[in-house]
């Protein structure tokens, strides 16, 4: 899926630079000065200026399922890499591989309702290491993508019961997130998310609309709400699939949203 990303960033290069150069800069503006920092789904770099980071930041955790990020990591640490940049490739959620276990049997023998009801997402061990500031770069709306995709490649139409299970599920896997920076409790964290997707088909008027937020705690928790009031909040539009390029029949908008939360210690 990250090799799937890095084919599309290149695809969809110009349509992407806007939405890239928005997280760089957020990120550029409020990241204070701090001794150790994780970054959440650090990717190929993409979004975030590394060298910049290490500028303000004295140690540096890049977090990531996908071991080909390591090449990205390496290059753009230097010298630095194994020693202020420190590679994690891990699952951050620590249950999608249990998960998968039992999904196809549950498929095939008609009880993947019961089972996506069943999962309980923990808490991740992550959050008992000492960060004193936190990175998510687009975690909250991608993890529970991931989990989707895998589900749906076990039964690609699901019936009402087991998609409104499967959204209730991808909902405990974004406030496990959410709940594990919460838990770290880190002087500072800029989350940055996906909060809706806009679907449109350049011959109509209507566009469709879908939430990225998928549980109600994880909206109040990051205080997404648009009536909240955060020390420093931005949003924009991310065109990530232009209609004709990813797609003949409809094209891809994704509402981004990205907050400086400060407020952890309780
Ligand atoms: C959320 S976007 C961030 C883009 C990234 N910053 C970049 O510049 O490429 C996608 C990243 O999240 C990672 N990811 C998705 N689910 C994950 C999980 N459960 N644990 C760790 N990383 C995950 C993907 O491997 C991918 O690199």
Redesign the pocket.
């Known amino acids: ?2 090799r799937a ?1 890095e084919d599309r960033g290149i695809r969809c290069a110009g349509w992407w630079e806007p939405h890239l150069r928005c997280t760089r800069e957020f990120l550029e503006r409020g990241v204070p000065a701090s001794k150790k920092v994780a970054v959440f ?8 200026n590394l060298k910049r980071l290490l500028e303000r930041c004295e140690v540096v955790h890049l ?4 071991p080909g ?1 390591m090449r990205a990591w390496r290059a753009a640490a230097g010298k630095e890499f194994g020693k202020r940049v420190v590679p994690r490739i ?4 620590e249950c ?1 591989d249990e998960w998968s276990h039992g999904l196809a049997r549950s498929a095939r023998v008609g009880t993947l309702a019961e089972y996506l009801t069943s999962r309980e997402a923990p808490i991740p061990s992550w959050s008992g290491e000492g960060f004193e500031g936190v990175i998510s ?3 909250l ?3 529970p993508l ?1 989990w989707r995709d895998r589900v749906l490649t076990g039964k690609s139409e699901l019936s009402d019961v087991e998609a409104e299970a499967l959204m209730r599920c991808m909902g405990r896997l974004q406030a496990a997130h959410a709940e594990g920076i919460a838990q770290l409790q880190p002087t500072w964290a800029a989350i940055i998310t996906d909060t809706e997707y806009y679907f449109y088909d350049v011959d109509q008027p209507e566009w469709r609309v879908e939430s990225a937020v998928f549980d109600e705690k994880t909206r109040d928790m990051l205080r997404l709400r648009p009536e909240s009031r955060t020390p420093r909040s931005e949003s924009w539009l991310w065109h990530v699939a232009p209609q004709f390029i990813e797609s003949d029949v409809e094209g891809e908008i994704h509402r981004v949203e990205a907050r400086f939360l400060t407020s952890f210690k309780r």
């Open positions: 899926m990250g990303i789904g650090a990717g190929r770099l993409l979004d975030l977090f990531d399922a996908d990020c891990v699952d951050l959620t999608l770069l687009n975690m709306g991608q993890i991931y």
